[in-house]
């Protein structure tokens, strides 16, 4: 036996959401009640209430509402793999949960034994800690946490392995003295722009953002071999990539 549907006011009262966040769901066409009374209030079905789950697990994942609408009636995300998805990334949430307690709990010991973590340990923990959360909004780390959920572990690892080695090949030619209008960069700096698009998911924000920190850090990205000539000579051929051939 079917349940009774539920009008919005009930269905915002008993999930927490507002009436408003329904109504523009509704707008969306991302959640439109599939049965209306004579008056024209909006009734929730089962399956109503079923697909509001899977946008807002799609949600705390990261996605945004446009992809949202875009990808949650595709056979890749099936009720039963939104779950997992959902279930993943609570897993890893709670894994990082324990292992900041872990980490509190080693200092908590070392500060009751009289020991004191150095400077430089205190700083480099730091530095990790908030080198995105001060260039990034809390948006576009989720949707980034979300575009790492959709791209796996080992494309990640494959895109994280072939960095240095593109660095070393626009490396090598600037050294040189290749110009960086030339076919052979102008592929190099084809495939860079692949590699941030990869990562940004053409979200020209988060480009800005990665941008930003990499002028305004440019120790992180020396680290990789990214110096500031470097960046002169690949942005002077991303440049000649958009004039005509």
Not at 166 to 180: F, R, Y
């Amino acid at each position: 036996m079917q349940p009774e549907p539920l009008k919005v006011g009930e269905l915002a009262r008993r999930t927490g959401l507002s009436i408003r966040t329904l109504h523009h769901y509704d707008e969306l066409g991302l959640l439109s009640p599939s049965l209306r009374t004579a008056s024209g209030y909006r009734l929730y079905t089962q399956e109503d209430v079923a697909r509001l789950q899977r946008i807002l697990s799609l949600r705390q994942l990261g996605f945004a509402l446009e992809e949202i609408k875009r990808c949650i009636d595709e056979p890749g995300y099936s009720p039963v793999r939104v779950l997992e998805l959902h279930l993943a990334r609570a897993r890893e949430q709670l894994a990082v949960q324990q292992e900041l307690c872990k980490r509190l709990e080693a200092l908590a010991t070392q500060l009751r034994s009289a020991e004191t973590p150095s400077v430089a340990q205190l700083v480099q923990t730091i530095e990790v800690m908030t080198m995105f959360e001060k260039y990034y909004t809390p948006e576009q780390l989720q949707e980034l946490e979300a575009r790492r959920q959709a791209l796996g572990e080992d494309a990640i690892r494959q895109v994280q392995e072939e960095w240095p080695r593109l660095i070393a090949q626009v490396k090598a030619e600037m050294e040189k003295g290749t110009d960086p209008a030339s076919e052979p960069v102008r592929k190099l700096a084809r495939r860079w722009q692949e590699l941030i698009q990869a990562f940004t998911g053409g979200n020209p924000g988060i480009e800005k953002s990665l941008n930003t920190m990499h002028q305004q850090e440019p120790g992180m990205g020396a680290r990789f071999g990214m110096d500031p000539g470097l960046m002169d000579y690949v942005g002077r051929a991303m440049a000649a990539l958009k004039k005509p051939e």
